[in-house]
């Protein structure tokens, strides 16, 4: 399984952090499972410029075009490892079922009748591929297409 970061490197981010009992619970298995869904989330992002090297397997390290010069990165940001963990915590933490139906736009549930409501905005962004961590994509967005780059 191809990762941003690793269960070592995710365990030292999450160390003695509050919040992050999930991870700690976890077995190896579901959170090395865990770091590469979140990697494959991450790398269907919107991301602005290109692969480092056209030969490498991930979207990270990139290159990107700003300014009328292109900028390689040697290595994946720590930036984008933070936020592979922090997008495997929320895998492991999400209620899958209630996570689904609420990223589908989910509005509201009678038990009468079993009636369910959507909201359109919250279905264009499940469809979208958006990130379930919000602290993932904050991390992320210097590389993300209509950020602007820091210099």
Known sequence: MQSYADIEYADAYFGDRY????WRAAAEIPKAQALATATRSIDMQRLRGRKADDSQPLAFPRAIYWR???STEDAVPEAVKA???EEALAILSQDTQRAERQRAGLT???IGDA???YS???LAR???GELLSAQARMLIRPWLVGAVPIV
């Open 115 to 117: 009636s369910e409501s």
């Open 83 to 85: 936020a592979t963990c």
């Open 126 to 128: 499940a469809q979208s």
């Open 68 to 70: 009328g010069v292109w």
């Open 120 to 122: 359109a905005e919250a």
């Open 19 to 22: 919040g992050a009992d999930q």
């Open 108 to 110: 509201g549930v009678s």
